[in-house]
């Protein structure tokens, strides 16, 4: 539930200003792909529910995997022909087209086209930590193989415990931020959660790496200890156990 507007933020919203800023102007951040701009946000105009930009994509190019923990994004195209790819499904983009993607919906922004596009996206409400906005879930230049055994040497760890009924609510909220923080974690592919459905008490939470060193360099850092100390409190019984993937067979495609 969202508590009631402070004197303090009702103070600051009935006194914002009016605020113009040339996208052209700001220097384009290119480590995602592309040439991203964050034209207003609350650095630049002091926004407090969310942030606007543009996206400049040549032919070919694409913005990196991601997704909003927080964030709903909205984007129009304003030139170009793109491809918005949101959890496996392809939506063709042309000039005049809106899209809405969900929070928590993993997308990428590609230019299928053969001349220079761009868009205007805004994103909001905003995280409650800037270093939340986004997660990205590829880095920019890795790209896909066609192999029998592509995931060969990747790691899979596997940590059950026993969470009682009592303490279910607070273990699910201490695993939330775990989750997002080790998303953005190098060598992190992706993670889950399970509930046995003989025993609400037995969880599991499997994780996927790109090698059993990755997983053991954060699980022992000092931030990793102190992300995980809330939902150390909520269960027992913990079992961890540490595989490297040999070889992985893939549904047939129709």
């Given at each position: 539930m969202r508590s009631e507007m402070s004197v303090e933020d009702d103070f600051l919203m009935r006194?914002?200003?009016?605020?113009?800023?040339?996208?052209d102007d700001i220097e384009p951040y290119r480590a995602r792909g592309g040439q991203l701009r964050m034209v207003l946000h609350p650095g630049s105009v002091g926004s407090r529910s969310g942030y606007m930009?543009?996206?400049?994509l040549q032919p070919g190019e694409h913005v990196v995997e991601h997704f909003h923990p927080y964030s709903e994004e909205f984007l129009f195209v304003v030139k170009g022909d793109l491809v918005l790819e949101v959890e496996g499904e392809d939506w063709a983009l042309g000039a005049g087209d809106g899209i809405y993607v969900p929070i928590g919906k993993r997308h990428r922004l590609r230019n299928a086209g053969t001349t220079e596009s761009l868009t205007v996206y805004h994103i909001g409400p905003l995280?409650?930590?800037p270093s939340l906005a986004h997660v990205d879930t590829e880095v920019l230049g890795e790209?896909?193989?066609e192999q029998t055994d592509a995931a060969a040497g990747t790691a899979r760890i596997l940590f059950g415990m026993t969470v009682a009924e009592e303490k279910r609510?607070?273990?699910?909220?201490?695993y939330e931020k775990v989750r997002f923080s080790v998303a953005a974690t190098p060598g992190h592919i992706r993670d889950q959660i399970c509930q046995s459905p003989d025993n609400p008490e037995k969880w599991l939470i499997t994780s996927e790496w790109t090698?059993?060193?990755?997983f053991f360099a954060w699980?022992?850092?000092?931030e990793h200890k102190e992300l995980v100390k809330p939902m150390r409190e909520c269960y027992s019984d913990p079992e961890f156990r540490?595989?490297?993937?040999v070889a992985e067979t893939k549904a047939a495609q129709s």
């Open positions: 006194n914002s200003k009016v605020s113009r800023i040339r996208a930009g543009t996206a400049v995280a409650p930590d790209t896909d193989t609510e607070a273990f699910l909220a201490a090698s059993v060193a990755d699980e022992r850092s000092e540490s595989f490297t993937v």
